[in-house]
Structure formats: structure tokens, C-alpha cells
């Protein structure tokens, strides 16, 4: 995820609900002691294929760490999540996220790009899984995920105006 010194892009429209958060900050948390460090925001994002910078990760820590005590507990991180839109209402956020799933940078979302990427975040399902987890976003039938219908699965929820 891309940053800049002043500020950390919020997912807003990408975490619904609590428990939604809850699964993120735990796949987040890679030791389970209930905060995330650093070290495990760096290996998360790595793991997304994202090539932060110790000064990015840095600055993404102080953003999200409010209390300052160089952790992100699960308070934070729903607060981070549930924060507000950028300018542009989440556009940004749903590029950067996209980016990520499409590796090979074709413009689309592989069912191969998809199975590696959640492999890599621990998640164990099959390449059928993902055939179905496609099959249920694709609107076209070509066998794979675009950015528009990609779009419009992470915002399918999002209430207008809010």
C-alpha cells in the first residue's frame, strides 16, 4: 500500500462490519498476543507483494498507533478501518488493494493470482474456492475479476452517502 508522509490511505469501504475487522487484524497479528508490531505490518504487506520502506512502515505505525505504545491493537486498527473515505470515496484504497491481487499487472484478477495471494496470507482453500469466489464477482463470464467488477463487489455494501 502506497503512502505519503502525511498520511495513511483508510479502506473504509473495504471492512464492513467488526468481525470483518476482527479476521484482518488476526491474520495481522501473526503471533496472537492481540496487537500487531511492525515487524508483522512489514511481513503482511511483503507478503501482499507490497515493498514498503522501513520509513513507510514506520509512518504507517504512527498513524494507526494512537495510544503510542509502538503496537496497533484491535481498537486502532477498527478505528483505522472504519475511518473516512478519502476525496475521492475510496477509489484510491480499492486501486491500491486491486493492485494487489493482480499480480502479473494484466488488469485483471487471475483465479491463480487470487489462490497465491491468499495462500501467502495463510488462507487454506482450494483453487476451487477460488474458481467460485471469482465466478461470483465476474458479471462477464470471462473467468476472471476487472477492476470495475471488483469495484463494485468492495462497495456492493457501502450505503450511499456514507
Known amino acids: 500500500m502506497a503512502t505519503n508522509a502525511d498520511t495513511v490511505s483508510k479502506p ?8 470483518e475487522v476482527k479476521k484482518v487484524f488476526e491474520r495481522f497479528d501473526t503471533n496472537g498476543d492481540g496487537k500487531i508490531s511492525s515487524e508483522e505490518l512489514a511481513g503482511v504487506m511483503k507478503a501482499l507483494g507490497s515493498d514498503n520502506s522501513p520509513d513507510e512502515i514506520s509512518r504507517m505505525m504512527d498513524e494507526l498507533d494512537a495510544d503510542k505504545d509502538g503496537f496497533i491493537n484491535l481498537q486502532e486498527f477498527a478505528s483505522f478501518c472504519k475511518g473516512d473515505s478519502s476525496t475521492d470515496g475510496g477509489s484510491k484504497e480499492i486501486h491500491e488493494v486491486f493492485a494487489l491481487y493482480d499480480q502479473d499487472h494484466d488488469g485483471f484478477i487471475s483465479v491463480t493470482e487470487l489462490h497465491k495471494i491468499l495462500s501467502r496470507l495463510g488462507e487454506r482453500c482450494s483453487v476451487h474456492d477460488c474458481e467460485n469466489m471469482i465466478k461470483s464477482v465476474d458479471s462477464d463470464g470471462d473467468g476472471s475479476v476487472s477492476f470495475e467488477e471488483f469495484k463494485k463487489m468492495m462497495t456492493n455494501n457501502k450505503k450511499p452517502g456514507a
Open 12 to 19: 473504509s469501504v473495504l471492512l464492513q462490519d467488526m468481525e
